[in-house]
């Protein structure tokens, strides 16, 4: 078999390093993130992202799955406190899951990075709906809260005729 002609001619790879980038402090209430991918129109979001110790977030319904890598802290779902996730922990959420996460106050919050593919569908703690966080969303948080900080338009990847760096 012959190589394949090229399809996507790169000059450059499509690469971010958080460490060159700008910290997007509470893009939502103690959360601060690295946006790296934001794609709308197939509901795929990348960040990274830390927590703030004590945080509890909505109930959510996972449309999708997601892949979350645990960098440092810890953290569990309220519904399964007996398996908290530290550093180098793996977690795979199948869609259709429901949980709450939690950063305990004692462990000085918790970082990592994440893959969802969907969107959440938030609760409140009675259980009637509050919103749906997926791509678009995320995307119009984030960069509102850049802007806020007068940090200008964040760096992250976004599909447009081909993937580039979104607002280059």
Known sequence: ??????????????????????LIKDALPGVDVYPLYLDGERGVWVLYAKFSAGLTLPKHYHTGSVHFFTTGGRWHYVEYPDQPQTAGSYLYEPGGSIHTFHAPEEYGGTEGFMVVEGANV??????????????????QMVIAAAERQGLGKPRYFKPRGGV????E
């Open 164 to 167: 580039g760096l979104a607002f």
């Open 122 to 139: 938030n609760f409140d703690a009675d259980g009637n709906y509050v919103n749906i966080m997926d791509a678009t969303w995320i995307e």
């Open 1 to 22: 078999m012959a190589l394949p002609e090229i399809i996507n001619h790169q000059g450059s790879l499509l690469t971010l390093n958080i460490n060159e980038e700008t």
